[in-house]
Protein backbone atom coordinates (compact mmCIF):
# COMPACT_ATOMS: atom_id res chain seq x y z
CA UNK A 1 0.00 0.00 0.00
CA UNK A 2 1.25 3.33 -0.78
CA UNK A 3 0.77 6.09 1.74
CA UNK A 4 0.72 10.12 1.04
CA UNK A 5 1.03 12.69 3.53
CA UNK A 6 0.06 16.11 2.36
CA UNK A 7 -0.79 19.40 3.62
CA UNK A 8 -3.92 21.65 3.73
CA UNK A 9 -4.48 24.22 1.57
CA UNK A 10 -3.85 27.47 3.78
CA UNK A 11 -7.46 28.20 3.60
CA UNK A 12 -8.88 24.99 4.35
CA UNK A 13 -6.75 25.02 7.33
CA UNK A 14 -7.74 28.07 8.71
CA UNK A 15 -11.62 27.28 8.16
CA UNK A 16 -10.68 24.14 9.87
CA UNK A 17 -9.55 25.45 12.82
CA UNK A 18 -13.31 27.90 12.96
CA UNK A 19 -15.40 24.58 12.60
CA UNK A 20 -14.12 22.91 15.24
CA UNK A 21 -13.65 25.35 17.58
CA UNK A 22 -16.83 26.88 16.36
CA UNK A 23 -19.41 27.31 19.54
CA UNK A 24 -22.11 26.36 16.84
CA UNK A 25 -25.48 25.74 18.62
CA UNK A 26 -26.87 22.97 15.27
CA UNK A 27 -23.96 21.02 15.86
CA UNK A 28 -25.94 18.44 14.59
CA UNK A 29 -26.18 19.89 10.77
CA UNK A 30 -22.96 17.96 10.38
CA UNK A 31 -25.35 15.06 8.95
CA UNK A 32 -27.57 17.26 7.04
CA UNK A 33 -24.46 18.35 5.10
CA UNK A 34 -22.55 14.47 4.86
CA UNK A 35 -26.00 13.06 3.54
CA UNK A 36 -26.77 16.22 1.31
CA UNK A 37 -22.98 14.82 0.03
CA UNK A 38 -24.14 11.40 -0.26
CA UNK A 39 -27.54 12.46 -2.32
CA UNK A 40 -25.28 14.56 -5.15
CA UNK A 41 -23.31 11.56 -5.70
CA UNK A 42 -25.87 9.38 -6.16
CA UNK A 43 -27.81 11.82 -8.12
CA UNK A 44 -24.77 12.00 -10.14
CA UNK A 45 -24.25 8.49 -11.17
CA UNK A 46 -27.66 8.15 -11.89
CA UNK A 47 -27.43 10.44 -14.31
CA UNK A 48 -23.67 8.96 -15.89
CA UNK A 49 -25.83 5.58 -16.15
CA UNK A 50 -27.79 6.88 -18.84
CA UNK A 51 -25.61 6.44 -21.09
CA UNK A 52 -23.18 3.95 -19.14
CA UNK A 53 -25.05 1.71 -17.52
CA UNK A 54 -22.20 -0.77 -16.62
CA UNK A 55 -20.91 1.40 -14.06
CA UNK A 56 -24.24 0.43 -11.98
CA UNK A 57 -23.51 -3.19 -12.16
CA UNK A 58 -25.71 -5.47 -10.25
CA UNK A 59 -26.67 -2.57 -7.84
CA UNK A 60 -29.00 -0.38 -9.13
CA UNK A 61 -30.70 0.28 -6.02
CA UNK A 62 -29.09 3.77 -4.29
CA UNK A 63 -28.97 3.92 -1.01
CA UNK A 64 -27.45 5.51 1.93
CA UNK A 65 -26.90 4.38 5.04
CA UNK A 66 -25.74 5.60 8.75
CA UNK A 67 -24.21 2.77 10.81
CA UNK A 68 -23.12 3.30 14.41
CA UNK A 69 -20.02 1.66 16.77
CA UNK A 70 -20.39 2.26 20.40
CA UNK A 71 -17.30 0.23 21.42
CA UNK A 72 -15.62 1.77 18.58
CA UNK A 73 -17.27 5.28 19.31
CA UNK A 74 -18.17 5.85 15.15
CA UNK A 75 -20.46 7.01 12.93
CA UNK A 76 -20.36 5.71 9.44
CA UNK A 77 -21.76 7.70 6.40
CA UNK A 78 -22.34 5.57 3.22
CA UNK A 79 -23.09 5.95 -0.25
CA UNK A 80 -23.17 3.95 -3.34
CA UNK A 81 -22.93 7.36 -5.51
CA UNK A 82 -20.10 7.86 -8.18
CA UNK A 83 -17.34 7.92 -5.53
CA UNK A 84 -13.95 9.79 -5.89
CA UNK A 85 -10.60 8.96 -7.57
CA UNK A 86 -7.33 10.65 -5.85
CA UNK A 87 -7.10 13.35 -7.56
CA UNK A 88 -11.07 14.31 -6.83
CA UNK A 89 -10.12 13.55 -3.38
CA UNK A 90 -7.32 15.63 -2.79
CA UNK A 91 -9.39 18.30 -4.73
CA UNK A 92 -12.38 17.63 -3.07
CA UNK A 93 -11.22 17.15 0.63
CA UNK A 94 -7.90 18.90 0.59
CA UNK A 95 -8.08 22.37 -1.34
CA UNK A 96 -10.93 25.00 -2.13
CA UNK A 97 -10.18 25.66 -5.36
CA UNK A 98 -12.22 28.90 -5.89
CA UNK A 99 -11.04 32.55 -6.23
CA UNK A 100 -11.76 34.76 -3.07
CA UNK A 101 -10.97 32.10 -0.80
CA UNK A 102 -8.63 33.78 1.31
CA UNK A 103 -11.10 36.86 1.68
CA UNK A 104 -14.19 34.37 2.66
CA UNK A 105 -12.59 33.23 5.05
CA UNK A 106 -11.18 36.23 7.06
CA UNK A 107 -14.66 37.12 6.36
CA UNK A 108 -15.71 33.98 8.69
CA UNK A 109 -13.05 34.68 11.47
CA UNK A 110 -14.51 37.60 12.30
CA UNK A 111 -18.18 35.70 12.62
CA UNK A 112 -18.61 34.59 16.44
CA UNK A 113 -20.16 31.41 14.93
CA UNK A 114 -18.29 31.26 11.91
CA UNK A 115 -19.44 27.41 11.03
CA UNK A 116 -22.73 29.25 9.75
CA UNK A 117 -21.09 30.11 6.66
CA UNK A 118 -19.79 26.90 5.47
CA UNK A 119 -22.49 26.02 3.92
CA UNK A 120 -22.62 29.56 2.21
CA UNK A 121 -19.29 28.46 0.90
CA UNK A 122 -20.28 25.11 -0.20
CA UNK A 123 -17.44 23.26 1.88
CA UNK A 124 -19.85 21.76 4.19
CA UNK A 125 -17.73 18.04 4.74
CA UNK A 126 -15.42 19.96 6.72
CA UNK A 127 -19.00 20.48 9.48
CA UNK A 128 -17.63 17.00 10.18
CA UNK A 129 -14.67 17.96 12.47
CA UNK A 130 -17.45 19.99 14.88
CA UNK A 131 -18.18 16.52 16.50
CA UNK A 132 -15.26 14.31 15.38
CA UNK A 133 -11.61 14.67 15.87
CA UNK A 134 -10.42 12.22 13.28
CA UNK A 135 -12.42 11.43 9.64
CA UNK A 136 -12.15 8.60 7.62
CA UNK A 137 -13.55 8.32 4.08
CA UNK A 138 -12.82 5.30 2.15
CA UNK A 139 -13.96 5.80 -2.19
CA UNK A 140 -14.40 3.84 -4.90
CA UNK A 141 -15.35 5.87 -8.16
CA UNK A 142 -17.67 3.93 -10.58
CA UNK A 143 -15.97 2.16 -13.25
CA UNK A 144 -12.88 2.50 -11.80
CA UNK A 145 -10.70 -0.61 -10.14
CA UNK A 146 -8.75 1.52 -7.41
CA UNK A 147 -9.91 2.21 -4.20
CA UNK A 148 -8.56 4.73 -2.07
CA UNK A 149 -8.66 5.99 1.71
CA UNK A 150 -8.60 9.83 2.86
CA UNK A 151 -8.56 9.96 6.66
CA UNK A 152 -7.70 13.68 8.78
CA UNK A 153 -7.61 15.10 12.19
CA UNK A 154 -8.32 18.28 10.80
CA UNK A 155 -5.01 19.99 12.00
CA UNK A 156 -3.48 20.74 9.26
CA UNK A 157 -2.49 17.25 6.88
CA UNK A 158 -4.15 14.54 5.80
CA UNK A 159 -3.15 11.19 4.29
CA UNK A 160 -4.14 9.25 1.06
CA UNK A 161 -3.16 5.82 -0.05
CA UNK A 162 -4.73 3.17 -1.96
CA UNK A 163 -6.77 1.25 -0.50
CA UNK A 164 -8.42 -2.63 -1.21
CA UNK A 165 -11.09 -2.79 0.90
CA UNK A 166 -12.65 0.49 -0.32
CA UNK A 167 -16.85 -0.47 -0.72
CA UNK A 168 -16.93 -1.74 -4.81
CA UNK A 169 -18.69 1.81 -5.14
CA UNK A 170 -19.19 5.34 -4.07
CA UNK A 171 -17.82 6.49 -0.56
CA UNK A 172 -17.79 5.75 3.22
CA UNK A 173 -16.97 8.10 5.14
CA UNK A 174 -16.31 7.08 9.30
CA UNK A 175 -16.45 9.61 11.70
CA UNK A 176 -14.41 9.43 15.44
CA UNK A 177 -16.94 11.39 17.39
CA UNK A 178 -15.50 13.46 20.22
CA UNK A 179 -16.79 12.68 23.74
CA UNK A 180 -19.16 15.35 23.47
CA UNK A 181 -20.63 14.18 20.96
CA UNK A 182 -21.78 10.65 21.59
CA UNK A 183 -25.38 11.57 21.13
CA UNK A 184 -25.11 10.44 17.66
CA UNK A 185 -24.67 7.03 18.29
CA UNK A 186 -27.96 6.72 19.54
CA UNK A 187 -31.14 5.61 16.90
CA UNK A 188 -33.26 7.20 18.00
CA UNK A 189 -31.44 10.67 17.91
CA UNK A 190 -29.77 9.78 14.56
CA UNK A 191 -33.79 9.21 13.27
CA UNK A 192 -34.59 12.59 14.62
CA UNK A 193 -31.89 14.41 13.27
CA UNK A 194 -33.04 13.06 9.87
CA UNK A 195 -36.38 13.41 10.32
CA UNK A 196 -35.68 17.28 10.89
CA UNK A 197 -33.13 17.66 7.99
CA UNK A 198 -33.20 15.18 5.68
CA UNK A 199 -36.51 13.71 4.88
CA UNK A 200 -37.08 15.28 1.69
CA UNK A 201 -33.76 13.24 0.34
CA UNK A 202 -35.08 11.33 -2.46
CA UNK A 203 -32.90 8.42 -1.93
CA UNK A 204 -33.68 5.99 0.76
CA UNK A 205 -31.98 6.55 4.05
CA UNK A 206 -31.18 3.36 5.93
CA UNK A 207 -30.04 3.27 9.75
CA UNK A 208 -28.36 -0.09 11.12
CA UNK A 209 -27.88 0.11 15.18
CA UNK A 210 -24.17 -1.92 15.49
CA UNK A 211 -25.06 -2.24 19.71
CA UNK A 212 -28.79 -3.37 18.36
CA UNK A 213 -28.47 -5.07 15.21
CA UNK A 214 -31.08 -2.92 13.75
CA UNK A 215 -31.21 -2.21 10.06
CA UNK A 216 -34.17 0.25 8.93
CA UNK A 217 -34.50 -0.07 5.20
CA UNK A 218 -35.52 3.83 5.61
CA UNK A 219 -36.08 6.52 8.13
CA UNK A 220 -36.81 9.61 5.88
CA UNK A 221 -39.79 9.55 3.33
CA UNK A 222 -37.54 9.03 -0.02
CA UNK A 223 -39.41 10.77 -2.37
CA UNK A 224 -38.67 14.21 -4.35
CA UNK A 225 -40.04 16.89 -2.22
CA UNK A 226 -41.39 19.40 -5.27
CA UNK A 227 -42.99 16.69 -6.49
CA UNK A 228 -45.50 16.62 -3.54
CA UNK A 229 -48.65 18.51 -2.83
CA UNK A 230 -48.18 22.01 -1.26
CA UNK A 231 -50.57 21.05 1.55
CA UNK A 232 -48.50 18.26 2.13
CA UNK A 233 -44.90 19.70 3.41
CA UNK A 234 -44.51 22.00 6.36
CA UNK A 235 -42.88 24.98 6.53
CA UNK A 236 -40.07 23.39 7.93
CA UNK A 237 -39.39 20.92 5.16
CA UNK A 238 -39.53 23.45 2.46
CA UNK A 239 -36.54 25.18 4.91
CA UNK A 240 -34.32 21.99 4.83
CA UNK A 241 -35.09 21.20 1.63
CA UNK A 242 -33.37 24.51 0.60
CA UNK A 243 -30.31 23.99 3.02
CA UNK A 244 -30.25 20.89 1.35
CA UNK A 245 -30.78 21.48 -2.60
CA UNK A 246 -28.39 25.42 -1.87
CA UNK A 247 -25.68 23.81 0.60
CA UNK A 248 -26.40 26.84 2.56
CA UNK A 249 -27.69 28.06 6.56
CA UNK A 250 -29.23 31.08 5.88
CA UNK A 251 -32.74 30.43 5.93
CA UNK A 252 -34.74 31.29 2.42
CA UNK A 253 -36.43 35.11 2.01
CA UNK A 254 -38.61 33.24 -0.62
CA UNK A 255 -39.94 30.50 -1.72
CA UNK A 256 -41.81 29.63 -5.11
CA UNK A 257 -42.83 25.90 -5.78
CA UNK A 258 -45.06 25.16 -8.79
CA UNK A 259 -46.04 23.55 -12.12
CA UNK A 260 -46.65 24.18 -14.83
CA UNK A 261 -49.13 22.80 -17.78
CA UNK A 262 -49.73 22.28 -20.60
CA UNK A 263 -47.75 22.15 -24.31
CA UNK A 264 -44.90 22.27 -21.83
CA UNK A 265 -44.85 20.43 -18.64
CA UNK A 266 -42.45 21.22 -15.97
CA UNK A 267 -42.38 21.69 -11.89
CA UNK A 268 -40.30 23.77 -9.83
CA UNK A 269 -39.52 24.42 -6.18
CA UNK A 270 -36.56 27.99 -6.13
CA UNK A 271 -35.96 29.74 -3.30
CA UNK A 272 -34.12 33.67 -2.94
CA UNK A 273 -31.45 33.51 -0.18
CA UNK A 274 -31.83 36.01 2.62
CA UNK A 275 -27.65 36.20 2.09
CA UNK A 276 -25.48 37.06 -0.41
CA UNK A 277 -23.73 33.66 -2.00
CA UNK A 278 -20.28 34.09 -1.40
CA UNK A 279 -19.89 33.53 -5.49
CA UNK A 280 -22.23 36.21 -6.14
CA UNK A 281 -20.05 37.68 -8.57
CA UNK A 282 -17.81 35.27 -9.65
CA UNK A 283 -16.75 35.92 -13.49
CA UNK A 284 -18.60 32.65 -14.46
CA UNK A 285 -22.31 33.67 -13.27
CA UNK A 286 -23.16 30.35 -13.33
CA UNK A 287 -26.53 28.83 -12.34
CA UNK A 288 -27.34 27.13 -9.03
CA UNK A 289 -30.63 25.87 -10.30
CA UNK A 290 -30.36 21.89 -10.54
CA UNK A 291 -32.28 20.20 -13.79
CA UNK A 292 -33.82 17.27 -13.59
CA UNK A 293 -35.79 15.24 -16.26
CA UNK A 294 -38.92 13.33 -14.36
CA UNK A 295 -36.86 12.84 -11.09
CA UNK A 296 -33.23 12.24 -12.74
CA UNK A 297 -30.72 14.76 -11.97
CA UNK A 298 -29.30 16.34 -15.02
CA UNK A 299 -27.09 18.90 -14.41
CA UNK A 300 -26.56 21.93 -11.32
CA UNK A 301 -24.70 24.10 -14.29
CA UNK A 302 -26.59 24.72 -17.04
CA UNK A 303 -26.47 28.06 -18.48
CA UNK A 304 -29.54 27.70 -20.81
CA UNK A 305 -32.11 27.06 -17.15
CA UNK A 306 -32.45 30.19 -16.44
CA UNK A 307 -30.89 34.08 -17.70
CA UNK A 308 -27.91 34.94 -15.72
CA UNK A 309 -29.10 37.54 -13.68
CA UNK A 310 -31.42 34.91 -11.93
CA UNK A 311 -28.59 33.32 -10.51
CA UNK A 312 -29.07 34.18 -6.78
CA UNK A 313 -32.07 31.18 -6.95
CA UNK A 314 -31.26 28.14 -5.59
CA UNK A 315 -33.87 24.86 -6.22
CA UNK A 316 -34.53 22.56 -8.95
CA UNK A 317 -36.62 22.82 -12.31
CA UNK A 318 -38.19 19.49 -13.06
CA UNK A 319 -39.17 18.78 -16.96
CA UNK A 320 -41.74 16.20 -17.76
CA UNK A 321 -40.79 16.94 -21.61
CA UNK A 322 -36.83 16.80 -22.19
CA UNK A 323 -35.12 13.53 -22.75
CA UNK A 324 -33.51 11.32 -20.26
CA UNK A 325 -30.08 11.10 -21.99
CA UNK A 326 -30.05 14.88 -22.35
CA UNK A 327 -26.68 16.11 -23.25
CA UNK A 328 -24.82 19.47 -22.63
CA UNK A 329 -24.62 19.84 -26.47
CA UNK A 330 -28.17 19.22 -26.59
CA UNK A 331 -29.59 21.94 -24.37
CA UNK A 332 -27.63 24.59 -25.84
CA UNK A 333 -30.31 26.44 -28.36
CA UNK A 334 -32.56 23.65 -27.29
CA UNK A 335 -36.10 25.43 -27.95
CA UNK A 336 -37.88 23.88 -25.44
CA UNK A 337 -35.74 24.99 -22.47
CA UNK A 338 -36.15 28.26 -24.19
CA UNK A 339 -39.80 28.44 -23.14
CA UNK A 340 -38.90 26.57 -19.62
CA UNK A 341 -36.68 29.39 -19.08
CA UNK A 342 -38.57 32.29 -20.52
CA UNK A 343 -41.51 30.95 -18.03
CA UNK A 344 -39.65 30.51 -14.91
CA UNK A 345 -37.87 34.12 -15.54
CA UNK A 346 -41.69 35.93 -15.78
CA UNK A 347 -43.02 33.88 -12.55
CA UNK A 348 -39.77 34.93 -10.49
CA UNK A 349 -40.27 38.57 -11.95
CA UNK A 350 -43.95 38.52 -10.97
CA UNK A 351 -43.47 37.10 -7.55
CA UNK A 352 -41.30 39.88 -6.88
CA UNK A 353 -43.10 42.45 -7.73
CA UNK A 354 -45.75 41.28 -5.30
CA UNK A 355 -43.49 40.85 -2.60
CA UNK A 356 -42.15 44.74 -3.82
CA UNK A 357 -46.10 46.02 -3.85
CA UNK A 358 -47.10 44.22 -0.92
CA UNK A 359 -43.84 44.18 1.68
CA UNK A 360 -42.14 47.07 0.58
CA UNK A 361 -40.15 46.89 3.31
CA UNK A 362 -38.96 43.31 2.76
CA UNK A 363 -38.35 44.03 -0.52
CA UNK A 364 -35.86 46.37 0.34
CA UNK A 365 -33.61 43.79 2.01
CA UNK A 366 -33.81 41.95 -1.07
CA UNK A 367 -32.96 44.55 -2.85
CA UNK A 368 -30.13 45.79 -1.17
CA UNK A 369 -28.59 41.90 -1.45
CA UNK A 370 -29.43 41.21 -5.25
CA UNK A 371 -30.43 44.52 -6.90
CA UNK A 372 -26.98 45.07 -8.68
CA UNK A 373 -27.07 41.57 -10.06
CA UNK A 374 -30.83 42.05 -10.93
CA UNK A 375 -30.04 45.64 -12.77
CA UNK A 376 -27.43 42.91 -15.08
CA UNK A 377 -31.05 41.85 -16.81
CA UNK A 378 -32.17 45.56 -17.52
CA UNK A 379 -28.73 45.84 -19.88
CA UNK A 380 -29.25 42.09 -21.40
CA UNK A 381 -32.61 41.06 -21.16
CA UNK A 382 -34.67 43.54 -23.54
CA UNK A 383 -38.14 41.42 -23.47
CA UNK A 384 -38.08 41.64 -19.28
CA UNK A 385 -36.71 45.06 -19.63
CA UNK A 386 -39.88 46.78 -18.90
CA UNK A 387 -40.60 44.69 -15.67
CA UNK A 388 -36.77 45.03 -14.49
CA UNK A 389 -37.24 48.33 -14.56
CA UNK A 390 -40.66 48.52 -12.35
CA UNK A 391 -38.23 46.09 -9.62
CA UNK A 392 -35.47 48.69 -9.55
CA UNK A 393 -35.14 50.88 -6.57
CA UNK A 394 -32.41 53.56 -6.42
CA UNK A 395 -30.64 56.01 -3.70
CA UNK A 396 -31.59 59.30 -4.57
CA UNK A 397 -31.15 62.94 -3.62
CA UNK A 398 -34.42 63.01 -1.99
CA UNK A 399 -34.22 61.32 1.44
CA UNK A 400 -31.93 58.01 2.73
CA UNK A 401 -35.15 55.49 1.36
CA UNK A 402 -34.66 53.47 -1.69
CA UNK A 403 -37.29 54.66 -4.68
CA UNK A 404 -38.58 52.97 -7.72
CA UNK A 405 -38.96 54.66 -11.03
CA UNK A 406 -42.52 54.96 -10.48
CA UNK A 407 -41.99 56.78 -7.53
CA UNK A 408 -39.27 58.98 -9.37
CA UNK A 409 -41.54 59.63 -11.49
CA UNK A 410 -44.35 60.98 -9.38
CA UNK A 411 -42.17 63.57 -7.60
CA UNK A 412 -40.77 65.38 -10.74
CA UNK A 413 -40.64 69.17 -11.67
CA UNK A 414 -43.37 70.50 -14.28
CA UNK A 415 -41.23 71.28 -17.15
CA UNK A 416 -38.94 68.07 -16.37
CA UNK A 417 -38.57 65.47 -18.80
CA UNK A 418 -36.05 63.75 -17.89
CA UNK A 419 -34.85 61.14 -14.72
CA UNK A 420 -31.60 62.70 -13.60
CA UNK A 421 -28.83 60.37 -12.31
CA UNK A 422 -25.07 60.64 -10.80
CA UNK A 423 -22.75 57.56 -11.33
CA UNK A 424 -19.97 56.80 -9.04
CA UNK A 425 -18.61 54.40 -6.50
CA UNK A 426 -19.99 55.95 -3.17
CA UNK A 427 -23.05 56.99 -2.25
CA UNK A 428 -21.57 60.05 0.14
CA UNK A 429 -19.16 60.98 -2.25
CA UNK A 430 -22.02 61.68 -5.26
CA UNK A 431 -24.05 63.98 -2.73
CA UNK A 432 -20.60 65.80 -2.16
CA UNK A 433 -20.60 66.50 -6.26
CA UNK A 434 -20.50 69.87 -7.32
CA UNK A 435 -23.16 68.86 -10.41
CA UNK A 436 -25.71 68.03 -8.04
CA UNK A 437 -25.58 71.76 -6.31
CA UNK A 438 -28.05 73.09 -9.04
CA UNK A 439 -30.57 70.57 -8.80
CA UNK A 440 -30.46 70.37 -5.08
CA UNK A 441 -31.01 74.23 -5.15
CA UNK A 442 -34.19 74.28 -7.19
CA UNK A 443 -35.66 70.81 -5.38
CA UNK A 444 -35.04 68.69 -8.88
CA UNK A 445 -34.14 64.89 -7.55
CA UNK A 446 -31.07 62.90 -8.82
CA UNK A 447 -30.33 59.34 -8.51
CA UNK A 448 -27.19 57.62 -7.49
CA UNK A 449 -26.32 55.24 -9.36
CA UNK A 450 -23.17 53.12 -7.33
CA UNK A 451 -23.27 49.49 -9.01
CA UNK A 452 -21.01 49.48 -11.81
CA UNK A 453 -23.94 47.92 -14.17
CA UNK A 454 -25.59 51.46 -13.99
CA UNK A 455 -23.32 52.55 -16.64
CA UNK A 456 -24.08 49.88 -19.00
CA UNK A 457 -27.79 49.71 -18.98
CA UNK A 458 -28.71 53.23 -18.60
CA UNK A 459 -26.95 53.22 -22.53
CA UNK A 460 -29.60 50.99 -24.31
CA UNK A 461 -32.87 52.02 -22.00
CA UNK A 462 -34.49 54.38 -23.88
CA UNK A 463 -36.57 55.26 -20.93
CA UNK A 464 -39.12 55.06 -18.75
CA UNK A 465 -42.90 55.85 -19.10
CA UNK A 466 -41.57 58.40 -22.10
CA UNK A 467 -38.81 59.95 -19.66
CA UNK A 468 -35.36 59.80 -20.96
CA UNK A 469 -32.50 59.34 -18.85
CA UNK A 470 -29.95 61.41 -18.53
CA UNK A 471 -26.39 61.70 -16.60
CA UNK A 472 -26.28 65.54 -14.36
CA UNK A 473 -22.39 65.03 -15.86
CA UNK A 474 -23.43 65.48 -19.26
CA UNK A 475 -24.57 68.52 -21.39
CA UNK A 476 -26.33 71.55 -19.87
CA UNK A 477 -28.16 69.06 -17.70
CA UNK A 478 -31.93 71.19 -18.93
CA UNK A 479 -31.89 72.80 -15.46
CA UNK A 480 -33.33 76.16 -16.85
CA UNK A 481 -36.61 74.37 -18.56
CA UNK A 482 -37.42 73.04 -14.81
CA UNK A 483 -39.20 75.52 -12.20
CA UNK A 484 -41.74 74.36 -9.51
CA UNK A 485 -43.91 77.38 -9.69
CA UNK A 486 -43.91 80.90 -10.79
CA UNK A 487 -43.09 82.11 -7.94
CA UNK A 488 -40.01 80.80 -7.80
CA UNK A 489 -39.47 81.44 -11.59
CA UNK A 490 -39.25 84.96 -10.68
CA UNK A 491 -37.22 84.88 -7.51
CA UNK A 492 -34.98 83.14 -10.11
CA UNK A 493 -34.95 86.23 -12.49
CA UNK A 494 -34.31 88.49 -9.47
CA UNK A 495 -31.26 86.56 -7.95
CA UNK A 496 -29.75 86.11 -11.78
CA UNK A 497 -29.91 89.76 -12.12
CA UNK A 498 -28.82 90.49 -8.79
CA UNK A 499 -25.89 88.47 -8.69
CA UNK A 500 -24.80 87.17 -11.91
CA UNK A 501 -21.40 88.68 -12.95
CA UNK A 502 -20.87 89.61 -16.41
CA UNK A 503 -18.22 86.44 -17.21
CA UNK A 504 -18.08 86.35 -20.98
CA UNK A 505 -14.63 87.77 -21.02
CA UNK A 506 -13.50 85.54 -18.60
CA UNK A 507 -14.85 82.88 -20.66
CA UNK A 508 -13.36 83.69 -23.98
CA UNK A 509 -10.07 84.38 -21.93
CA UNK A 510 -10.37 80.81 -20.41
CA UNK A 511 -11.14 79.11 -23.73
CA UNK A 512 -8.25 80.62 -25.21
CA UNK A 513 -5.69 79.70 -22.79
CA UNK A 514 -6.56 76.40 -22.20
CA UNK A 515 -7.84 75.33 -25.62
CA UNK A 516 -5.38 71.98 -26.16
CA UNK A 517 -6.82 70.67 -22.45
CA UNK A 518 -10.29 71.02 -23.00
CA UNK A 519 -13.61 71.27 -25.33
CA UNK A 520 -15.71 74.34 -24.15
CA UNK A 521 -16.07 77.03 -21.51
CA UNK A 522 -18.87 78.15 -20.05
CA UNK A 523 -21.34 79.82 -17.57
CA UNK A 524 -22.77 77.76 -15.58
CA UNK A 525 -26.51 76.83 -14.47
CA UNK A 526 -26.09 73.65 -12.43
CA UNK A 527 -23.41 75.87 -10.11
CA UNK A 528 -24.64 77.30 -6.63
CA UNK A 529 -21.86 77.09 -4.30
CA UNK A 530 -18.43 75.66 -6.13
CA UNK A 531 -16.50 78.21 -8.40
CA UNK A 532 -16.08 75.39 -11.39
CA UNK A 533 -16.93 72.09 -12.81
CA UNK A 534 -16.08 69.28 -15.58
CA UNK A 535 -19.34 67.55 -17.12
CA UNK A 536 -18.64 65.83 -20.57
CA UNK A 537 -20.62 67.09 -23.46
CA UNK A 538 -24.01 65.56 -25.02
CA UNK A 539 -22.24 63.63 -27.15
CA UNK A 540 -19.49 62.08 -25.35
CA UNK A 541 -19.33 59.35 -22.90
CA UNK A 542 -20.68 59.66 -18.98
CA UNK A 543 -17.38 60.86 -17.03
CA UNK A 544 -18.02 58.15 -14.48
CA UNK A 545 -18.29 55.22 -17.36
CA UNK A 546 -14.51 56.66 -18.90
CA UNK A 547 -13.02 55.99 -15.63
CA UNK A 548 -14.48 52.39 -15.23
CA UNK A 549 -13.53 51.53 -18.87
CA UNK A 550 -10.13 52.85 -18.36
CA UNK A 551 -9.23 51.08 -15.45
CA UNK A 552 -10.48 48.16 -16.94
CA UNK A 553 -7.60 49.06 -20.26
CA UNK A 554 -10.68 49.18 -22.31
CA UNK A 555 -10.42 52.87 -23.20
CA UNK A 556 -7.15 54.33 -24.02
CA UNK A 557 -8.21 57.94 -25.03
CA UNK A 558 -10.16 60.05 -22.42
CA UNK A 559 -12.85 62.97 -23.97
CA UNK A 560 -12.10 66.37 -23.61
CA UNK A 561 -14.63 68.22 -20.82
CA UNK A 562 -16.72 71.03 -20.93
CA UNK A 563 -15.38 73.43 -18.15
CA UNK A 564 -18.42 75.55 -16.14
CA UNK A 565 -17.84 78.40 -14.37
CA UNK A 566 -20.38 79.71 -11.84
CA UNK A 567 -21.04 82.98 -12.45
CA UNK A 568 -22.79 83.83 -8.92
CA UNK A 569 -18.76 82.71 -7.23
CA UNK A 570 -17.11 85.51 -5.47
CA UNK A 571 -13.83 84.04 -6.79
CA UNK A 572 -15.40 83.93 -10.61
CA UNK A 573 -16.66 87.50 -10.36
CA UNK A 574 -13.25 88.42 -9.18
CA UNK A 575 -11.81 87.23 -11.46
CA UNK A 576 -14.14 88.47 -13.95
CA UNK A 577 -13.27 92.03 -13.31
CA UNK A 578 -9.16 91.00 -13.11
CA UNK A 579 -9.32 89.65 -16.56
CA UNK A 580 -11.68 92.73 -17.81
CA UNK A 581 -8.86 95.05 -16.61
CA UNK A 582 -6.24 93.34 -17.57
CA UNK A 583 -5.79 89.64 -19.47
CA UNK A 584 -2.18 89.62 -20.28
CA UNK A 585 -0.61 88.74 -17.13
CA UNK A 586 0.82 85.45 -16.55
CA UNK A 587 -1.25 85.47 -13.17
CA UNK A 588 -4.22 85.35 -15.30
CA UNK A 589 -3.33 82.30 -16.97
CA UNK A 590 -1.82 80.52 -14.25
CA UNK A 591 -5.34 81.21 -12.92
CA UNK A 592 -7.16 79.87 -15.51
CA UNK A 593 -4.78 76.41 -15.05
CA UNK A 594 -5.71 76.47 -11.37
CA UNK A 595 -9.39 76.74 -12.39
CA UNK A 596 -8.96 73.20 -14.59
CA UNK A 597 -7.34 72.05 -11.86
CA UNK A 598 -9.75 72.34 -9.43
CA UNK A 599 -12.51 70.93 -11.42
CA UNK A 600 -10.49 68.06 -11.96
CA UNK A 601 -9.60 67.68 -8.04
CA UNK A 602 -13.80 67.54 -7.31
CA UNK A 603 -13.93 65.00 -9.93
CA UNK A 604 -11.32 62.97 -8.09
CA UNK A 605 -9.08 62.79 -11.12
CA UNK A 606 -5.42 62.48 -10.95
CA UNK A 607 -4.04 66.03 -11.51
CA UNK A 608 -1.97 65.43 -14.96
CA UNK A 609 0.70 67.72 -13.97
CA UNK A 610 1.25 67.94 -10.13
CA UNK A 611 3.99 69.72 -10.20
CA UNK A 612 3.54 72.26 -12.56
CA UNK A 613 -0.48 72.90 -10.33
CA UNK A 614 2.08 73.30 -7.08
CA UNK A 615 4.21 75.60 -9.14
CA UNK A 616 1.21 77.67 -10.06
CA UNK A 617 -0.42 77.76 -6.58
CA UNK A 618 2.63 78.71 -5.07
CA UNK A 619 3.04 81.79 -7.61
CA UNK A 620 -0.89 82.75 -7.40
CA UNK A 621 -0.42 82.22 -3.24
CA UNK A 622 2.94 84.52 -3.53
CA UNK A 623 1.10 87.39 -5.59
CA UNK A 624 -2.43 87.17 -3.27
CA UNK A 625 0.37 87.80 -0.06
CA UNK A 626 2.43 90.52 -1.26
CA UNK A 627 -0.71 92.44 -2.54
CA UNK A 628 -2.54 92.14 0.86
CA UNK A 629 0.48 93.29 2.44
Not at 289 to 294: A, D, E, H, I, T
Request: charged share 30%; net charge negative; with cysteine.
Amino acid sequence: MTEEKLSFQAEVSRLLDIVANALYSNKEIFLRELISNASDACDRLRYLALTNPDLLGDDAAFAITLATDKQASTLTVSDNGVGMNREELIENLGTIARSGTAAFVKDMESQKEGAGLIGQFGVGFYSAFMVADRVEVETRKAGEEQGWRWASDGLGEFLVADHTEAPERGTKVTLHLKEDAKEYLEAARLRQVVKTYSDHIAIPIRLIDGEEGEDEASINAASALWTRPKSDISDEQYKEFYHHTAHAFDDPWMRLHFKAEGVIEYAGLLYIPSMKPFDLFHPERKSHVKLYVRRVFITDDCEELLPAYLRFLRGVIDSEDLPLNVSRELLQNNPMLAKIKSGVTKRVLAELKKKAEKASDDYKAFWENFGAVLKEGIYEDQSQREALLDLARFHSTAGDELTSLADYASRMKEGQETIFYISGEDREALLKSPQLEGFRATGVEVLLFTDPVDDFWTSVVEGYQEKTFKSVTRGGADLKNIVANEDEKADEADAKDESDADVSALVTFVKLVLKDEIKDVRASERLTESPVCLVADDDDIDMHLERVLKQHKQLNETARRILELNPKHSLVKKLALEIGADSSSAKAEDVAHLLLDQARILEGETLPDPLAFSRRLAAVMEKGLSTDA
